[in-house]
């Protein structure tokens, strides 16, 4: 029954998906001379077939280090000054061969270098948001890695692990594969117990599950602790996540698959979406006002679409991108709350006119929405009872 119930669960989860974060570990893509050509022409072929399906991907690329050491020689990079040069060559060739290979299936990559402060500043967090966004909907991959050319000890991510986590809540996946050089969590180290059996479904990590982890590998930063900990970071996000080996063919296939048994499958402790929009409307106070009209009202409440510009007849109180503000209708009452996508002046100067205007108007454009639907939700009688707007189309 149990099995029979993990296979639900999964399938479930494959009919819903829409967005997946794949991070792969520098033990994937190098060993000790360096970057390996032929296993990112796999992965590649492997990921474009994910994409092919229509799926929105993010990766997560480690080997920077890696692919630098070996251009430069010596002894793996200590130092924060070592390993900021030792990236900056190796980031170059890294990205040389995900472009190459991703070029041989006709899709385009486009790298995206993050340090924490960057997802620590709200302006910031969105501006990466609004990229991403904008470069998955031009159908471009986003390869993504710490930028360790600036990067400095109180900046640092930690990892990829830790990293790819906080991507995947920043694009809004409902899966995080993390692929390294194990297939995933065991109940024993299989390295020295040979009848050590795999975890296939994890409910929750506890300090329990964490004990069984190793240290990390002679490449990388991480090790089995520091996936079990992003994994139970993106669960906590209402995000699953993944645990596999990925120099072994056929992994990805086998956990997209609702039927395929690969890794250990991390389940999410809550709804990803319900869980931001509670946050919306019940944490976060509002710092002005968006007045509607009618249609806008209509359109929100009953359609499950955005706040767009032309509905906006006018703005009050001083709020920054990315705020939350109250949605206002003719006659004043709260109808909804939201994130706004652009700050109180810019929103002023915008308002009733055509999403086509905007960037004609500021000068640049940071979507057609001044709220998107997936930072909105409907209030009842302006009390931020939190009723998820729903039955929209997708964004």
Not at 127 to 150: S, W
Not at 164 to 185: C, F, N, R, T, Y
Request: proline share 3%; charged share 25%; glycine share 10%.
């Amino acid at each position: 029954m149990a099995e029979l119930r993990q296979a639900d669960v999964k399938a479930a989860l494959i009919r819903r998906l829409r967005h997946v974060v794949i991070k792969i570990g520098s033990s994937v893509l190098a060993n000790a001379a360096g970057l390996e050509p032929r296993e990112l022409a796999r992965l590649a072929a492997e990921i474009a077939a994910v994409h092919a399906r229509g799926l929105a991907v993010t990766v997560v690329s480690s080997g920077a280090i890696a692919a630098g050491r070996t251009i430069l020689g010596g002894a793996a990079p200590r130092s924060i000054p070592e390993r900021q040069a030792t990236a900056s060559v190796g980031q170059i060739q890294l990205m040389a061969e995900w472009q190459k290979a991703f070029a041989a299936h006709g899709i385009v990559v486009a790298q995206i270098l993050l340090d924490a402060e960057d997802l620590a500043n709200r302006r910031r967090y969105l501006n990466a948001e609004h990229a991403l966004a904008t470069l998955h909907a031009r159908r471009a991959l986003p390869i993504v890695n710490e930028n360790d050319t600036v990067s400095v000890d109180e900046l640092k991510f930690g990892d990829n692990d830790n990293l790819s986590a906080l991507v995947a809540s920043l694009v809004g996946a409902d899966l995080l594969v993390m692929l390294s050089d194990v297939g995933g969590l065991f109940t024993a180290n299989p390295a020295t117990t040979p009848d050590a059996r795999r975890i296939p479904v994890l409910e929750r990590i506890d300090a329990a599950t964490l004990e069984r982890a190793s240290g990390g590998s002679i490449l990388g930063t991480g090790g089995m602790r520091s996936k079990l900990l992003a994994a139970r970071k993106a669960s906590a996000a209402g995000i699953a996540a993944v645990i596999g080996d990925g120099r072994r063919p056929g992994t990805l296939a086998d956990v997209l698959d609702a039927r395929g048994d690969a890794g250990t499958l991390v389940l999410p402790l809550a709804d990803r979406l319900a869980r931001r929009k509670h946050w919306i409307a019940y944490t976060v106070k509002p710092k002005g006002a968006l007045h509607c009209d009618e249609g806008a009202v209509t359109a929100v409440c009953s359609r499950g679409r955005s706040l767009l510009p032309s509905g906006v007849v006018e703005v009050s109180g001083r709020f920054e991108s990315g705020d939350c503000v109250r949605l206002l209708g003719p006659d004043g009452t709260e109808f909804a709350r939201g994130l706004v996508s652009y700050r109180a002046s810019e929103a002023a100067r915008i308002a009733g006119r055509r999403s086509g205007d905007v960037e004609g108007i500021l000068g640049y454009k940071m979507g057609d929405a001044v709220v998107h639907r997936n930072d909105l939700v409907i209030t009842a009688n302006g009390d931020s009872a939190a009723q998820a707007a729903s039955g929209g189309r997708p964004a």
